[in-house]
């Protein structure tokens, strides 16, 4: 779905500081899933958009670690978007820790997502 609307996979932690600081700095779109990834928004253009995936029962969770993104978008002017993933019933969290949780997105809903952020 990513790739259909021009996105390349990216994998931050295998770049060195400096280029990461220039991957982001020329996003034009960021996406990704909620994690330590995202952070380097802070290196983005204020108000680029940003779409965040993230797992439904720690969107949910209300705790602050679940919001980190929503709040760092915020504050740099960025346009945060959230892709909420679905689970499948009894799924269980893996290694007892809510961000861990398996989940699904819906193309359909990442593809709207991506859409709006890109203004296609």
Known sequence: VAARHGFEPV????LGFVDQVKL???ASVIAGPHGAGLA???FAPPGTPVVELIGPRFAASGGKIAATYETLAATLGHRLTRVIGEVP????IRHDHLPYETYRVDPAALAGALRRATGA
Do not use: K
């Not at 994998?11 to 295998?14: K, L, V, Y």
């Not at 019933?89 to 269980?92: Q, R």
């Open 11 to 14: 994998s931050p932690e295998a």
């Open 24 to 26: 982001f700095a020329a």
């Open 40 to 42: 380097n928004m802070v």
């Open 89 to 92: 019933a009894g799924e269980p």
